[in-house]
């Protein structure tokens, strides 16, 4: 991919976009470049964007690849071209920048968000070197109530993949008993993240109160899981992230790529790939091969964006009302 050029968007306005260092290394032990993610993005960007749109961003830059520096940008850059979507959204003190209960320190001010409505708009974002790509849980149009319940299955350093499957197949069935279903994806780094889409109708506490209460369930029976949010204090048991359900908190939206060595990327999984024999590694999917993955089996994260859990039947598990 050479530097320069036009990206038509979705609606046909023609939007100038220059790529700019496209040979510049961005994994050096694979030698893969900034182009090579541009054209990564650009190939996924119809099975992606879906998954994008309506959602403020939270940039996370690595100008120099994943062994140099990078830094969280909240607030748009200025240098952003008049063509790129943003929403301004006050700041609060619940929007996860601080503990519970506490203000952080952009409390009261309100903060301009990216957002990407076609292959024009993600491509600048890449190019401005976010090789992940990290969403919100809410849309812009209702901030403070989540589209989805999630769950960070974190496994402890050299601890057997098969646990985090089996964890995330035990979450599975313990939703189903509740008439819930969750779907799966690799993290992109060691773990899984398992997505229940609910209708944006409950805040951000009423929906973590549900995950935690069916967290503290799994957690019971299964002596190889913890909750606990200290690293120091969980051994070598599983985290069982049930905490990600705040305002403006974010997670590698499904199809970004992770800026580890491989340059892998966060994957939706077959059932087969939880069940089956072989055992999955979550590093087995990356930026050279997922495109051709997706051209066999589609989009199995389509179902996040259609179906809508009734989370009453866990809700009145917790007393929460919404």
């Not at 890449?126 to 849980?137: F, Q, R, S």
């Not at 935690?212 to 992230?241: C, F, K, N, P």
Request: proline fraction near 8%; include cysteine; glycine fraction near 8%.
């Amino acid at each position: 991919m050479t530097g320069g050029g036009i990206v038509a968007s979705a609606n046909g306005e023609a939007k100038p976009l220059t790529l700019s260092n496209t040979d510049k290394i961005f994994w050096p032990q694979q030698g893969y470049t900034k182009g090579d993610l541009l054209m990564y993005y650009a190939a996924m960007a119809p099975v992606l964007l879906p998954h994008l749109r309506g959602y403020p961003l939270v940039l996370v830059r690595y100008p120099d690849g994943i062994e140099g520096k990078f830094f969280y940008q909240k607030q748009a850059p200025d240098h952003r071209p008049s063509w790129l979507p943003t929403v301004t959204i006050p700041s609060s003190g619940s929007d996860g920048t601080a503990g519970e209960g506490k203000k952080s320190a952009s409390s009261g001010r309100a903060i301009t968000y990216c957002m990407v409505n076609d292959e024009a708009d993600l491509l600048w974002l890449i190019n401005a070197g976010c090789i992940e790509v990290h969403p919100w849980l809410s849309m812009a149009a209702d901030p403070d109530k989540p589209t989805a319940m999630v769950f960070d299955l974190d496994p402890a350093p050299g601890q057997d993949f098969r646990v985090v499957i089996e964890v995330a197949l035990c979450l599975q069935a313990a939703l189903k008993t509740l008439g819930l279903k969750g779907y799966v994806k690799t993290s992109g780094a060691s773990g899984l993240h398992l997505f229940v889409p609910i209708a944006p109708l409950y805040p951000y506490a009423v929906v973590r109160e549900a995950a935690v209460v069916l967290a503290q369930m799994i957690a019971e029976v299964d002596s190889r899981v913890t909750l606990e949010r200290h690293v120091e204090e969980r051994g070598q048991r599983l985290y069982l992230d049930c905490w990600q359900m705040a305002r403006a908190k974010t997670l590698a939206s499904v199809y970004s790529v992770r800026p580890v060595p491989g340059a892998t990327v966060s994957t939706p999984l077959l059932a087969e790939e939880l069940s089956g024999e072989n055992l999955l590694d979550p590093r087995q999917f990356t930026i050279k091969n997922l495109p051709d993955r997706v051209a066999q089996v589609g989009d199995l994260f389509a179902p996040v964006l259609q179906e809508k859990n009734d989370l009453r039947p866990l809700l009145s598990l917790t007393g929460a009302q919404g």
